[in-house]
């Protein structure tokens, strides 16, 4: 029974080969196509047809009744290929053929449906901000019939490491500021038809942050100087905030991405450094050491003796000054007449008292932006000729001059508390004159005092102003006439303060240095009229 029925379908088959039993067909093995947008489809097809009849056959679609193509290929081959797929394809395709026996169209009923679809991409979300999860969906429309993997790019670039793809979704979790672009994806073997391309935006805190120095180079007091806050962030910084550190202490000093100062000085060096924020956070810079540099300013001398004033002593003077770089020159002059003459190099000096030595000693202190000259200090010698000279430094004068100013304070005081034992009333300008009298009379015998004639040793002072006491006969007045007599003022009114300078010859060896403080009074050098 199974053995006849093949044998009649093989007899069938002959005779439906030679187109005489079957009869003309059209058969299509599959009736669902999916083409990709610009790439080619082949529609499959196989036809039969009795021999020797002529035939004709060709495409057409459903809807609009185009006809769309011939095949080209061998009978009984009738599949259809199309390139370049459009839209403009997408539709319902059958084949039929016209044969001399027949005499009408030999077709199918149905036909193949042929879909278009392009690639389409999702990123999920558009915007992102750092450490969130983004994912990429890849698409088409209609299911391609090669179970297809997909492609992905970045910025045109094709993404190399795909392991964090699956199927036809790529993940970026968590996703990175690096991870921010312009993403497309493509079937793979059609990596020249991929989708349109899609931003993801990544939000992040600023990073990347610098601070940079304008203009560059040595910045020297004076200068003007602009900071400028460099960072990355999305979205952009809304509040940049400067800080200079200064030791243990940290002070805001301004806002906004750019910090001028104009005029450098001193007073703005430091270390810097800046903090932006935006909608995702906040990050500093590391420091920048904003080194003023300026000539030496502060030039001062101290002078250090080896023992008493005299010929012999030994004298070192120092110079101290504030200067970045440091001082790295520094030059001493010593003033005699008009001429100015270097004696010497280095910080210190030290030279033996001499009569040669004597005169008014600076130092030029130098780096690599200027110099400067200190203040002048005064180095005399008591010669023992007519001029009487006396050996001082500045040091010494205060010494001096303190003690001297309590004695003639205390003096002062107990002469008016003489005079005015209960301090009552009115004084009168004469007796005034008659108190301050007493005080020259009590300074004067102070002196006589405490100044003996072997005394020869008395310091001086460069802005010193020497004066005599003149004694002015003054008309209509009785009795003796003195000259006036201000109250002591403290040492650092001494442009108020006039000095007398009693004078002492025949120095001897046998100097007593608290002698010293004897050999100033404070006398106003003018006379009442
Ligand atoms: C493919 O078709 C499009 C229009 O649909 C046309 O612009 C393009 O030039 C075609 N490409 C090729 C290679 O024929
Ligand atoms: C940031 O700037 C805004 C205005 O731009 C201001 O209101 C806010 O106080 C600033 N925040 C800080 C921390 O400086
Ligand atoms: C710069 O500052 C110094 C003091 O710091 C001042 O003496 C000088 O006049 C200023 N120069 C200008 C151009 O402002
Ligand atoms: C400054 O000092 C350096 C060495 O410390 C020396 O070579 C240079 O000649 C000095 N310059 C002057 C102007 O004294
Ligand atoms: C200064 O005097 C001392 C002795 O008091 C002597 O040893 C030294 O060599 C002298 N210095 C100079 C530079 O003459
Ligand atoms: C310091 O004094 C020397 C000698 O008098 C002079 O040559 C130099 O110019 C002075 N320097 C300054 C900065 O005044």
């Known amino acids: 029974m199974i053995l006849r029925t093949v044998h009649i379908f093989l007899l069938m088959c002959l005779l439906w080969q030679s187109g005489v039993l079957c009869g003309p067909s059209v058969t299509y093995s599959s009736t669902r196509v999916c083409g990709l947008k610009g790439a080619s489809v082949v529609l499959p097809c196989t036809y039969y047809y009795p021999r020797g009849h002529f035939y004709w056959g060709e495409w057409y679609e459903e809807r609009s009744r185009r006809v769309r193509g011939h095949s080209n290929s061998r009978y009984p081959d009738c599949s259809l290929n199309i390139d370049n797929l459009s839209y403009d394809h997408s539709g319902v395709y059958h084949f039929r053929f016209y044969t001399s026996l027949h005499r009408s169209w030999i077709t199918r009923i149905s036909g193949i449906r042929l879909s278009v679809t392009d690639v389409q991409l999702k990123v999920d979300p558009t915007t992102a901000t750092e450490g969130e999860r983004v994912t990429l969906t890849c698409s088409t429309v209609c299911t391609l019939s090669e179970n297809p993997t997909f492609i992905w790019f970045r910025n045109r670039q094709r993404i190399k490491n795909q392991q964090s793809s699956t199927g036809n979704k790529l993940h970026l979790n968590p996703v990175s500021s690096e991870d921010a672009g312009s993403y497309s994806c493509a079937v793979q073997g059609h990596g020249n038809l991929p989708s349109s391309a899609a931003a993801l935006s990544v939000r992040y805190a600023p990073k990347d942050m610098s601070v940079s120095v304008g203009p560059s180079g040595e910045i020297v007091e004076g200068d003007s100087v602009t900071l400028i806050c460099n960072s990355d962030a999305n979205p952009p910084v809304h509040n940049y905030t400067w800080y200079r550190r200064s030791g243990d202490k940290t002070a805001q000093v301004a806002t906004g991405l750019k910090y001028s100062i104009t005029n450098t000085s001193t007073a703005h060096r430091g270390h810097y450094y800046c903090e932006a924020r935006n909608d995702i956070g906040v990050k500093s810079t590391d420091v920048t050491l904003l080194n003023i540099r300026y000539s030496p300013k502060s030039i001062s001398v101290s002078a250090s003796l080896s ?223």
């Open 307 to 529: 023992g008493d004033l005299s010929e012999g002593t030994t004298v070192t003077l120092t110079c101290s000054s504030d200067a970045n770089p440091p001082v790295h020159n520094h030059t001493w002059y010593m003033k005699s007449g008009a001429e100015a003459l270097i004696r010497g190099t280095g910080e210190s000096i030290s030279f033996n008292v001499t009569s040669d030595t004597s005169g008014l000693y600076y130092c030029e202190a130098k780096n690599e932006i200027g110099s400067q000259n200190s203040t002048e200090v005064q180095i005399l010698l008591a010669g023992n000729q007519d001029s009487s000279m006396v050996l001082a430094a500045e040091v010494i004068l205060i010494v001096i001059l303190i003690p001297i100013l309590i004695l003639l304070g205390l003096l002062w005081l107990r002469i008016r508390k003489k005079r005015h034992p209960s301090g009552s009333g009115t004084r009168t300008q004469q007796e005034d004159t008659e108190s301050d009298a007493n005080a020259v009379n009590a300074t004067i015998s102070a002196v006589a005092m405490t100044a003996g004639p072997s005394q020869a040793a008395c310091a001086a002072y460069e802005d010193v102003h020497y004066a005599s006491i003149q004694f002015s006969g003054s008309k209509g007045r009785e009795g003796p006439v003195y000259g006036n007599i201000r109250q002591p003022k403290p040492p650092k009114q001494r442009e108020d303060v006039e000095y007398s300078t009693v004078k002492f010859s025949q120095p001897s060896a046998a100097t007593q240095s608290e002698d010293k403080s004897a050999i100033y009074s404070t006398v106003n050098k003018s006379s009442r009229t």
